[in-house]
């Protein structure tokens, strides 16, 4: 599966993005899908993940309750609604699918093998 995440943009901090990441294939709806983000000279870090229905969704403890990650499969689109940003939310930030069906609250990534170009973010104070 092919993946293209865009969306991003700059926001006051406070503010609020939706991220979309489009998938091309039509078997998006057997992928659990994920978001990461990589801040500049940081590792890239686990953002949220969701099952392949969307019925079940985890995400990292410095979004959750900010961050919400939904999909449309008739769309083969996953969204990342984040409100109430932060500074510390800039980043790049990318959506994987992985054809695994494993816990959704693991937190790696190794199991993602389908990886899009990635969108920036920028919060400002």
């Known amino acids: 599966v092919q993946l293209q995440a865009f969306g991003g943009g700059l926001v006051q901090a406070g503010g609020f993005l939706r991220l979309s990441c489009a998938a091309s294939g039509r078997t998006f709806s057997s992928y659990a899908m994920g978001w990461f983000r990589q801040a500049p000279g940081k590792e890239r870090e686990f953002v949220g993940r969701?099952?392949?229905?969307?019925?079940?969704?985890y995400y990292a403890d410095s979004v959750k309750g900010r961050f919400t990650i939904s999909r449309d499969n008739a769309k083969n689109t996953v969204y990342l609604q984040m409100n109430s940003l932060k500074p510390e939310d800039t980043a790049v930030y990318c959506c994987?699918?992985?054809?695994?069906?494993?816990?959704?609250?693991?937190?790696?990534?190794?199991?993602?093998?389908?990886w899009g170009q990635g969108t920036q973010v920028t919060v400002s104070s």
């Open positions: 969701i099952s392949e229905s969307g019925g079940s969704t």
């Open positions: 994987a699918a992985s054809p695994f069906s494993i816990a959704t609250t693991y937190t790696g990534e190794d199991d993602f093998g389908s």
